[in-house]
């Protein structure tokens, strides 16, 4: 649980509870199903703002592209090295976007980098939802610090942190 007065350093919060720390800066991997497409473009478009480069697989890629962005493609795990998941096993890669289609390789190659993410502790989100919060946490932890107060401080503000411990 995260807790703040501002949403994003909330989800920041949460997410440093779990054990996930968010980058601020680095190389965003994004491949997502096509009904996904337009909708992360503005989630690409802030992230490119912030200062992460984008990674894309050839048609997240090229969506993006005709979209203004400016994308590095790279290779699906299927299509031969070097792949995606050299890339996140060399550790270029901070952060992920993956959203994936029904079907046999595509389930394959999305829990192949998946693990790998995981093994190498790079945050991935599988849910545009979770990435836009993601997103925003990451502007909200450059925006200000993160800080730690008594939970009494959020429901009672006018204790003082003394009394609160």
């Known amino acids: 649980m995260g807790i703040d007065k501002d949403v994003a350093q909330a989800y920041a919060k949460a997410q440093l509870g779990a054990g996930t720390v968010l980058p601020t800066s680095g ?6 199903k096509d009904s996904d497409k337009e909708n992360l473009v503005p989630i690409a478009r802030e992230l490119a703002e912030i200062g992460f480069e984008i990674i894309s697989t050839g048609g997240t890629a090229k969506f993006l592209q005709t979209h203004g962005l400016n994308v590095t493609r790279i290779n699906k795990v299927m299509e031969g090295q070097p792949h ?3 890339a ?3 550790g270029d890669i901070s952060l992920m976007i993956n959203t994936t289609t029904k079907g046999p390789q595509a389930l394959t190659d999305s ?7 995981l093994a190498h502790k790079v945050p ?3 849910l545009l939802t ?4 993601g997103v925003q946490a990451i502007r909200g932890m450059s925006a200000r610090e993160i800080d730690v107060k008594p939970i009494q401080q959020y429901f009672m ?3 003082d942190a003394e009394a609160a411990e």
């Open 111 to 117: 829990l192949s980098i998946r693990r790998l993410a």
């Open 124 to 126: 991935c989100f599988t």
């Open 84 to 86: 995606i998941g050299d």
């Open 88 to 90: 996140i096993i060399n």
């Open 130 to 133: 979770a990435a836009r919060a």
């Open 157 to 159: 503000p006018n204790v």
């Open 27 to 32: 190389k965003v991997f994004l491949s997502v």
